[in-house]
């Protein structure tokens, strides 16, 4: 059909719309649709490289998440673990610090309320660690 767009990928195609990365005629098939945006193939490779284009990052490291459970498993199996809480418990609170305004899930946030929960129980090991220190001291100058 004379003048009318081909696909840059597919000649035999008939153009849908043009890349909005690069400006390119793409056909229905090449479409990507990332957010709002409609980009090619090889835009949305480029993408994934270095731009890290937002809508396709596939996981993130959530620092609330691992806040709330490296305080609470110590927590949890205290009986053989209690040497080990001053290192959780610091390690807790230095990843809630951290990790408080990276970005969180995309799908729920950045539950900051684990993040405090994760804090208070990375306190709470410390406090243990250092009460049961203090009692065994105490049981030795008797």
Known sequence: MEGEAVCF????????????SCGRFICT????KVGS????????GNGLGKQKLPEIIPRRFL????SLWLGLLPLVAIIFTWPVLI???????????????????IVRGRRHWAA?????????????????FSL????RTR
């Not at 405090?116 to 009460?131: M, S």
Request: net charge positive; proline share 6%; aromatic share 8%.
């Open 87 to 105: 290192m959780t418990g610091a390690s807790t609170i230095i990843i809630t610090l951290v990790g408080w305004n990276r970005p969180g899930s």
């Open 37 to 44: 945006r409609h980009l090619c193939p090889t835009c949305l």
């Open 9 to 20: 990928f597919h000649p035999s195609n008939r153009a849908a719309l043009p890349c909005d």
């Open 136 to 139: 065994f001291t105490s049981m």
């Open 116 to 132: 405090v929960v994760g804090l208070l129980l990375g306190l709470a090991q410390l406090g243990l660690v250092f009460g049961i």
């Open 63 to 66: 620092w609330s998440s691992a």
């Open 29 to 32: 098939i090449c479409d990507l």
